[in-house]
């Protein structure tokens, strides 16, 4: 500390100019606009930059702290954004100098794991090394260990990513994600990949008019626009696909959009008379009304 | 007797460090990167033994050196390791950049034959030494 001592620290450390300098406030700032509801998350989010952030600086004058853990779990039901905040992510520790490239490698149980007797270490090894640098997102993290069978070459690739882990903490972020029950599951049977992990973010559900806000400004993006009746039968149709099984969220919400886009063309040409600009862009209630979604509720739960 | 060869022959063994801005570099250009090593440091020698597999699709030298570091672990202190980096861009791959990054403890250099041939006339061959041990001191 005595050298320290000779240069005069600053006073004050503007924390905000710290996020500002190094464009991570921008991701921050993108998360918050392009992604709606997930609250907790981009709390939960903001605190993690926070702590980075202040690491970084404690770093810069000397005072001590070791390189953080940055493993991540995400838990959640599918289509709640998991990839798309991981990717942020990714930018966001980059911009902050935890990562020196900051890109984002997603696999899957497949991708890891081999199908004979030495193919598996060769294989993890191959996706670690390439995403050396960035943040290794490995969706469903809980097929990798499969209970049934102890002979499950999954095990092998769970030693590899731990050792990884553990040894090239300054070389890559690997950020699990999945369901939250069998995630647990997961981390129950590996105490070492639990331990291994410093931040545990849940990602909720969206709520119906989160939904709706999701539709509505993904059809902006394609330059279309819902007409009022259209609108009422969205609504409708998202109450009624909530009711029915893998029901994914935003996922759900984007097949759908463009089930009706192409239901919307065909509605077009089938009619003879030549179309107008506003038809072209107006999805109308018939082109989501037809689903099948509304049959099947219609038959299994609602008596009306 | 120091060896040297490829990219850098004129300049100390590099550093870790520099190994890794080097590696980025390739890269960067998006040169497809390889670990070699080989006992038999004969200039003429094209064929050194590559370890693991070519790298591709990589984006961070920190892979390189992990797969470095692994290569020491078997083979530091008794083989050459160098690195290279082949370009695909042309429609045919080539080496552009290739340096030594590793040497054996001991190099005892080359020893010069001459084959006297007919009317006075010499020719001169150069072999390692460590390459004219036998198959079970060798390896």
């Known amino acids: 500390m005595a050298t320290r001592s000779t240069e005069a620290p600053p006073e004050t450390i503007d924390l905000r100019r710290e996020l500002t300098e190094t464009r991570a406030q921008e991701v921050l700032d993108e998360l918050d606009r392009e992604l709606i509801g997930l609250a907790t998350v981009k709390a939960r989010i903001k605190q993690i930059v926070a702590l980075l952030a202040m690491d970084r600086v404690r770093r810069r004058l000397g005072l001590a702290s070791e390189a953080p853990t940055l493993h991540m779990s995400f838990t959640g039901n599918p289509g709640t954004g998991k990839t798309t905040v991981g990717l942020k992510m990714a930018r966001i520790l980059h911009e902050l100098g935890y990562l020196r490239k900051g890109h984002l490698v997603s696999v899957t149980r497949d991708d890891l794991v081999g199908q004979y007797v030495g193919h598996t270490a060769p294989k993890t090894k191959e996706i670690l090394k390439k995403a050396m640098g960035g943040v290794l997102f490995i969706d469903e993290a809980y097929y990798l260990y499969r209970q049934e069978n102890e002979r499950d070459y999954g095990q092998e690739a769970i030693e590899i990513l731990l050792q990884v882990m553990e040894n090239q903490r300054d070389d890559l972020v690997v950020i699990v994600a999945g369901y939250a029950n069998r995630m647990d599951q997961f981390f129950h049977s590996n105490p070492g990949f639990r331990s291994r992990i410093a931040h545990h973010v849940d990602f909720p559900d969206y709520t119906h008019a989160e939904l709706m806000a999701i539709a509505t400004r993904m059809l902006t993006a394609l330059n279309y626009r819902l007409s009022p009746a259209g609108v009422v039968a969205l609504e409708a149709y998202i109450g009624a696909r909530r009711q029915q099984p893998h029901f994914a969220n935003a996922r759900s919400i984007r097949n759908a959009l463009d089930r009706a886009r192409l239901r919307h063309a065909n509605r077009h040409f089938e009619r003879a008379e030549p179309i107008s600009h506003d038809d072209l862009v107006t999805i109308d209630a018939p082109d989501v009304l037809a689903s099948r979604v509304f049959d099947l509720s219609r038959i299994i739960e609602r008596p009306d | ?139």
């Open chain 2, 1 to 139: 007797m120091r060896i040297t060869q490829g990219c850098f022959s004129f300049l100390p063994d590099l550093t870790d460090d520099q190994i890794r801005a080097q590696v980025q570099y390739c890269i960067d250009k998006g040169f497809a990167v390889n670990i070699e090593f080989t006992d038999d440091p004969h200039p003429r020698n094209t064929f050194w033994e590559l370890w693991d597999l070519p790298m591709f699709d990589i984006s961070d030298a920190g892979a390189v050196m992990l797969e470095l570091a692994a290569c020491r672990k078997v083979h530091a202190g008794r083989a050459y390791i160098r690195i290279s980096g082949f370009d695909a861009s042309p429609g045919w791959e080539s080496i552009r950049i290739s340096f030594l990054v590793d040497r054996p403890r001991e190099e005892p250099g080359f020893r010069l034959s001459r084959q006297q041939g007919r009317g006075r006339s010499l020719r001169y061959t150069t072999e390692a030494y460590s390459a004219s041990r036998p198959e079970g001191q060798r390896y």
